[in-house]
């Protein structure tokens, strides 16, 4: 889990260990879960960490907070200065030839692969096929640099099978589909630090209709990872503008080939979707 930031940590350790009861047991959850703190409402959090929403308030103040909002806020500063800033990314971009680019890109790219053959990540997506191809739906959210991602899985998936949905494409959208989700439902949710609000979010609104989220992000300790069913943590390294995405394609394309190759309906599907844009001249024909 993420921690706090110093000086927040050194407070709430000393509540934990000299606060009242209530106090005391909410303040070393904190500790263990402030990235929850991040994204989660007075009541919100106060039912995750089985206290009342009063203690929620009355440990912010006790941290020397105004009341929670400040707290969340600080937080969520701590949160967004641990990567580098886009803009910081671009600057070391100046520093280096295009020839010098071409080749970090590259090589970062065939060693991202390489770290995809971890026994435990492939492990974990083994263990994704068959409960992706049983769910009643399977929702794919990401937004900004993330959508192409979640465009791609449901697009391609619902070519071969019934129970993709439409990827949302709009902050409402995502609440309007996902607050529909339930138990029987897998929702795969794609962010790396900065973390997306809209992507969080989503994934609280997952967990509360009690769907089972399916995170590709970038570390364990992600806000995407918080209860999360699985956790795919993708390497990212390289020299451009933003993190590099190539791993979460791979793996996208890993869990829907790994479906296709055990489903009994996949053929029959992408065949009918093959002919119906051919009849209506989706597909330039050649020869």
């Known amino acids: 889990m993420t921690a706090p930031p110093p000086s927040l940590r050194d407070r709430l350790a000393r509540i934990a260990a000299t606060g009242t009861p209530a106090l005391a047991q909410l303040a070393a959850w904190v500790l263990d879960q402030s990235s929850e703190v991040a994204f ?3 009541r919100g959090l106060a039912g995750k960490a089985g206290v009342n929403a009063n203690t929620v308030t009355r440990l912010a103040k006790e941290l020397g907070y105004d009341g929670f909002d400040a707290l969340r806020a600080d937080i969520r500063k701590a949160l967004a200065q641990r990567a580098p800033s886009y803009a910081a ?3 070391a971009l100046r520093s280096r030839t295009n020839t010098d680019i071409f080749t970090e890109m590259l090589d970062a790219n065939r060693a ?3 770290l995809l053959q971890a026994p435990e990540l492939l492990e974990t997506l083994e263990s994704c ?3 992706l191809l049983g769910a009643r739906r399977v929702h794919s959210v990401g937004v900004r640099s993330c959508y192409a991602i979640a465009h791609y899985f449901a697009y391609v ?4 099978f019934a129970n993709f949905r439409e990827s949302p494409a709009q902050p409402g959208a995502i609440m309007d589909q996902l607050s529909m989700a339930g138990p029987e439902d897998i929702v795969m949710a794609i962010s790396f630090a900065h ?3 809209e992507v969080v979010r989503a994934c609280q609104i997952a967990r509360d209709c009690g769907a089972r989220v399916l995170a590709l992000t970038d570390s364990h300790r992600s806000p995407l990872a918080v209860g999360a069913w699985k956790v795919v943590a993708l390497p990212m390294a390289g020299p451009q503008l933003l993190p590099s995405l190539s791993t979460a394609f791979s793996v996208v394309e890993m869990l829907l080939s790994g479906m296709a ?3 009994p309906d996949a053929v029959a599907n ?4 093959e002919d119906r844009i051919t009849r209506y001249g989706g597909y330039i024909r050649q020869g």
């Open 40 to 42: 989660s409402s007075v």
């Open 112 to 114: 991202n692969a390489d």
């Open 89 to 91: 990314r671009a600057q």
């Open 129 to 131: 096929i068959d409960p």
């Open 195 to 197: 973390y997306s609000t």
């Open 157 to 160: 998936g619902s070519m071969a």
């Open 261 to 263: 190759a055990r489903s």
């Open 270 to 273: 992408v065949t009918a979707f």
